[in-house]
């Protein structure tokens, strides 16, 4: 079993930065495929971002890339999310999850574990 805590939530105004992090818990983490979702109000939860276990790959969502830098410390059991230039539509709750047999994933489906989430709020 996997916990998944996220932090660095907050309010911040378009155009300003923000930096995610998911600490694991367990001893596997290094082996495991992490993704960032996000859920807006009243929509489906989105995929943002994926990396590998080791860090070599990593995937983003088109309205993300270029903006967000995904990243992993596997000595430290975390995962982070550098979110840059961002936008009203960034809005929502941030999730990560982990995958435990994929080399990547972009589908909710694929992702065995799941934290609570952080709240982003990006102001116009």
């Known amino acids: 079993q996997v916990q998944l805590v996220e932090s660095g939530g907050g309010l911040v105004q378009a155009g300003g930065s923000l930096r995610l992090s998911c600490a694991a818990s367990?001893?596997?983490?290094?082996?495991?495929?992490m993704g960032w979702f996000r859920q807006a109000p009243g929509k489906e939860r989105e995929f943002v971002a994926s990396i590998s276990w080791s860090g070599a790959n990593t995937v983003y969502a088109d309205s993300v890339k270029g903006r967000f830098t995904i990243s992993r410390d596997n000595a430290k059991n975390t995962v982070y999310l550098q979110m840059n230039s961002l936008k009203p539509e960034d809005t929502g709750v941030y999730y990560c999850?982990?995958?435990?047999?994929?080399?990547?994933?972009?589908?909710?489906?694929?992702?065995?574990?799941w934290g609570q989430g952080t709240q982003v709020t990006v102001s116009s």
């Open positions: 367990g001893r596997t983490f290094s082996t495991y495929a």
């Open positions: 999850a982990a995958d435990r047999f994929s080399a990547i994933a972009t589908m909710k489906s694929e992702y065995d574990y």
